[in-house]
């Protein structure tokens, strides 16, 4: 096995810089950076998938100013293109290598800002016949994600998905029980879109293990408004594995543990990381953890569901295999990547053929086929081809202390082929908080885009992000405009002792929460920041509450917990929330401010941005509203145009106000 992976490296290495060798040629030392509008460019290549046998592959591409879902020979012809229609892409994965599921988000005007809603469906494109038809065709219906399983039985290949589905749906046949508005679990048959129900219950089933013969093997249910959670077996006993209380959220279920009779648990408030846990099913014991000390969510084997091994997130960012010969070809296929970012993105049922992400400090990204019986590796494409590999800034971790002690880190990229000595500085609060919300080394787009024009960006990692522990994402419940603002701002003086900034050249720019971060940081703070721009941000702490409670029309329901949780507010009109709320601050803001905001966005509303702009008008501020009136709340996912409106208008403020030279 070790020569295996020693010759599988050399080999990958040798055509990797091959492939490198193969793009345009970078440009000398002194030309001009890449265009603003090279990094708004949609990706032409993302979510990478291989299929089950190794031999296709499905992605997400871009034509012009929009998404496209691209199915292809591995080495060969193209099979089919399937355009978005400027709707968001969700994903592509193949349910077997003879069906392809295509998962699209658009947004529904119902009236003002409570009723937009994002509305989701699922497009299957089946190779055999040559035909797309949606996954519950009907007004109305919504299919949440991908497949909980696909199994093939008695000449059938079944799609389990959750989905809400009412009596009478158009166009779809319904065998079995009726349901009406209930989301459950529902089989469909991938050739001819027969939906069965599959399993329901009065107790709110919201996960389900299924294996590879169309068991349900466990079921979870949640009660109280998500505040209680059960793991009972099968479909309908009523024998339970395991139960529980938890702030937010319910189990994750994954079908199956390492054999067939058990089923892997990640529970909340197990632990500081939540870890992937084993429950046999025969005797209902849970098992240790598969792995401690980060965030980790399984890997499955793709032919009998058996989990296989582990991603670990957070600071770790790897992958690990159960099997001792598994894990020796994924090490193998790292080791073929020399002094890069590799990222586990796919591999089919023999581990024989692995789909990579590389990225580091010369390379904007790219998709790799790693095929370990030729000892090959092949390019698949770039993702930002546009961006040579002398226009990319290298990104690495920063490390730094809070001003109470507590150790942080962030992300630091720095100015393409330029002295990193005294430079100007942009801080970049990430968006969430917790939620998974964290970042890491990688090309950022957005980040990239302002290092080419000559400012180190720095992405901090502070006390609330997730990913991160749940003590640490804890530590920053009810510190909006507190400790989570001082966390980002004490970077500024630890990059300065470095020599790598200037501390009195600094902006702060920031996207949802990172947007919050942004206004705070010139109102609630003062004295840091130059200038500021905040997109899709918070202003008005009660406001969103109010907008959250509206929306749900339950004060109980987890996301307007989650609101309060998060902001420190014990109601939506508890007073506190004015002493942090940039809106009710617009008097006290110390720097020309930017707003930018999509008319589309049903997390944070439009109407937070405007009544923002209004207060600084209104308290004689320097301020510019950029409206995005097709954008949503996600605008990497958003159209061409878009990006690089929010991009060019970002660094024009920047380049205003604190100028890189």
Request: proline share 6%; net charge negative.
């Amino acid at each position: 096995m070790r020569l295996t992976t020693i010759l599988a490296g050399a080999a990958a290495s040798a055509l990797i810089a091959q492939a490198a060798a193969a793009q345009s040629v970078s440009p000398a030392a002194g030309d001009k950076p890449a265009p603003v509008e090279a990094y708004g460019r949609l990706e032409a290549m993302s979510d990478v998938h291989l299929s089950q046998d190794g031999k296709r592959i499905a992605y997400i591409g871009a034509v012009g100013d929009d998404h496209v879902f691209v199915i292809q020979e591995v080495g060969g012809p193209i099979l089919q293109t399937v355009t978005a229609n400027h709707r968001k892409v969700l994903f592509i994965t193949f349910a077997d290598p003879d069906h392809v599921l295509m998962g699209i988000r658009g947004t529904q005007h119902m009236g003002g800002d409570e009723d937009t809603y994002e509305l989701s469906a699922i497009i299957l494109y089946n190779l055999k016949t040559h035909t797309g038809a949606q996954v519950f065709p009907r007004a109305g219906v919504v299919v949440d994600g991908q497949p909980a399983a696909v199994i093939h039985k008695d000449g059938h290949t079944y799609g389990y998905f959750f989905g809400k589905l009412t009596a009478g749906a158009n166009g779809v046949q319904i065998s079995g029980p009726r349901s009406t508005d209930e989301t459950a679990l529902y089989k469909t048959d991938l050739d001819s879109l027969v939906t069965t129900l599959e399993l329901k219950s009065e107790n709110h089933v919201a996960d389900v293990a299924v294996g590879p013969d169309g068991a349900v093997a466990a079921r979870v249910e949640e009660s109280d408004h998500g505040k209680s959670w059960r793991v009972l077996k099968g479909a309908d006993a009523s024998e339970v594995l395991a139960s529980g209380r938890s702030v937010f959220g319910f189990p994750d279920l994954v079908a199956y543990g390492r054999t067939t009779g058990s089923v892997i648990i990640k529970q909340p408030e197990d632990g500081d990381f939540d870890p992937p846990r084993e429950i046999d099913l025969a005797s209902g014991k849970m098992g240790p953890p598969l792995v401690q000390g980060a965030d980790a969510s399984v890997l499955q084997d793709r032919a009998s569901y058996l989990t296989v091994g582990y991603r670990v997130g957070g600071f770790a960012q790897d992958a690990y295999f159960l099997d001792p010969a598994i894990d020796a070809k994924w090490q193998g296929v790292r080791a073929a990547f020399k002094d890069e970012r590799v990222a586990l993105v796919s591999y089919d049922a023999g581990f024989d053929r692995w789909v990579v992400e590389v990225d580091g400090p010369h390379d904007s990204g790219r998709y790799f086929l790693v095929d370990l019986k030729t000892a090959k590796a092949t390019q698949l494409g770039a993702i930002y081809p546009q961006i040579k590999p002398d226009q990319v800034g290298p990104f690495s971790w920063f490390d730094y202390t809070a001003r109470d002690g507590t150790k942080l880190r962030g992300v630091l990229t720095l100015p393409p082929g330029r002295d990193p000595k005294n430079l100007p500085l942009v801080m970049m609060p990430h968006g969430g908080p917790g939620n998974g919300t964290y970042d890491s080394p990688h090309f950022d787009w957005w980040a990239q885009a302002m290092a080419s024009r000559g400012y180190a960006v720095f992405q901090p990692d502070f006390r609330g992000s997730g990913g991160l522990g749940q003590s640490f994402e804890r530590a920053g419940w009810g510190q909006w405009g507190r400790i989570m603002e001082t966390d980002v701002s004490d970077a500024i003086p630890a990059l300065a002792a470095k020599g790598i900034v200037d501390p009195a050249r600094v902006c702060i720019v920031g996207w949802s929460y990172g947007g919050y971060a942004t206004l705070a940081g010139v109102t609630v703070q003062h004295g840091l920041y130059k200038c500021a721009i905040a997109g899709g941000a918070v202003s008005d702490l009660n406001g969103m509450m109010w907008w959250s409670q509206d929306r749900s029309e339950n004060k109980l329901d987890p996301q307007v917990r989650y609101w309060s949780q998060a902001m420190g507010l014990k109601s939506a009109g508890d007073p506190a929330g004015a002493d942090y709320s940039p809106a009710k601050l617009a008097d006290r803001a110390d720097a020309p401010i930017m707003l930018i905001h999509g008319k589309d966005d049903t997390v944070v509303p439009f109407s937070q941005s405007e009544e923002m702009a209004k207060a600084l008008r209104a308290a004689g501020k320097t301020v510019d509203l950029v409206v995005l009136p097709t954008s949503d709340h996600w605008i990497g996912n958003g159209s061409q145009a878009n990006r690089t409106a929010m991009l060019t208008a970002s660094v024009d403020w920047l380049e205003k106000y604190n100028p890189s030279n």
